[in-house]
């Protein structure tokens, strides 16, 4: 069986794999059909690797990763003695399978106790969204969740919250708009202990006046988890939304340094041609990517299984012209 036949085997079967493949599909014409045209009826010189190395900045896997990818590709040619083009594309995959690693990276939540989980993010990302979707996803596990509503801020934002709590069977707990985000996180986890919950979800604002005031409020937020709850705070998830490329890429960097983020949740890969910015994430950042939205239903969240994205990737659902 050849690399791609193989690659796309290990889709099969694979948990939310036509879904995800689905979802893949903008990411597939826009991005990866450009980064095979490359190398496709070409002979091994510098300008085909000036040519990739712009396609896969276009594609959002980060200056650093491109760079670093083509230099890898220039040391195993000189390695391997790769004389064909086509040949090439093979190591590329190979190399940006070694990037993501074969780790899943699992959410941290332990059994028989409180597990909370923090989710931030700037505006419109899909914080409540995907809080809703994984409210669903853990019921569905059997757990008992409870949501908070910490984004007293945008005006809606309070309600949204409770359509999701309605639509995933699941109890919300909020004040009113304008309300101390701090007060709200405080009564939710008073409740989780009272009514036993094994996962409070806590959703925040995502625009405070500036960029500072939010990190002192996210601040404030885990102070009060830390004093109420010792140990319970399990993940700070940063929701990224993987349209905007750069700027997700940048928002990694400031939340992840500020707010100690444990993981990312990026959404709207199905609204994406530059799905590779999950690879600059990684690399560029070092944050697992732990949940991917595909979509705006409620089972459109996934956990993110490094090895089926690259399978869904590189290999397309009905054509196999590619494969190669
Ligand atoms: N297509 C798609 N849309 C999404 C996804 N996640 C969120 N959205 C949409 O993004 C918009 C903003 O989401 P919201 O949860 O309100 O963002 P928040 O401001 O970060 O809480 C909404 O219209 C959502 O339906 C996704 O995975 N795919
Ligand atoms: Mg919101």
């Given at each position: 069986m050849g690399f791609f036949s193989k690659l796309k085997e290990s889709?099969?079967?694979?948990?939310g794999g036509e879904k995800l493949s689905d979802s893949l599909t903008k990411t597939r014409k826009g991005f990866i059909d450009k980064v095979f045209d490359v190398f496709?009826?070409?002979?091994?010189d510098e300008e085909l690797f000036e040519e990739l190395e712009e396609v896969l900045i276009q594609g959002d896997v980060g200056v650093n990763t491109a760079v670093d990818l083509v230099e890898k590709l220039r040391e195993r040619i000189r390695a391997e003695?790769?004389?064909?083009a086509e040949q090439l594309r093979r190591v590329l995959v190979e190399e940006i399978i070694k990037i993501m690693?074969?780790?899943?990276?699992?959410?941290?939540l332990a059994d028989d106790e409180l597990n909370i989980i923090l989710v931030v993010g700037v505006n419109g990302v899909g914080k409540t969204t995907s809080i809703g979707k994984l409210a669903y996803k853990l019921k569905a596990e059997g757990k008992r969740v409870i949501l908070g509503a910490?984004?007293?801020?945008?005006?809606?934002a309070i309600d949204q919250l409770k359509v999701w709590g309605q639509r995933a069977g699941v109890d919300v707990i909020s004040h009113n708009e304008g309300a101390d985000p701090a007060a709200v996180v405080y009564d939710a986890i008073k409740a989780a202990i009272a009514r036993k919950a094994d996962v409070l979800i806590i959703d925040t604002a995502?625009?405070?006046?500036?960029k500072v005031n939010l990190m002192e409020e996210l601040k404030k937020i885990k102070r009060i988890i830390d004093n109420e709850?010792?140990?319970?705070?399990k993940e700070v998830l940063l929701a990224l939304d993987a349209t905007t490329g750069q700027n997700a890429l940048s928002q990694a960097k400031t939340f992840g340094q500020a707010?100690?983020?444990?993981?990312v949740i990026l959404t709207k890969l199905d609204g994406t041609?530059?799905?590779g910015v999950v690879i600059g994430i990684k690399s560029e950042?070092?944050?697992?990517?732990?949940l991917i939205g595909?979509?705006?239903?409620?089972?459109?969240l996934q956990e993110f299984i490094p090895r089926d994205f690259v399978a869904a990737l590189f290999t397309d659902g009905e054509d196999e012209n590619n494969a190669g």
């Open positions: 889709l099969k079967g694979s948990f496709t009826g070409r002979i091994i003695k790769i004389k064909e690693g074969d780790e899943i990276p699992n959410l941290d910490g984004d007293t801020f945008r005006a809606g995502g625009r405070l006046h500036n709850s010792v140990g319970a705070l707010a100690g983020v444990t993981g041609a530059k799905g950042y070092d944050l697992p990517v732990k595909v979509g705006e239903r409620m089972e459109d």
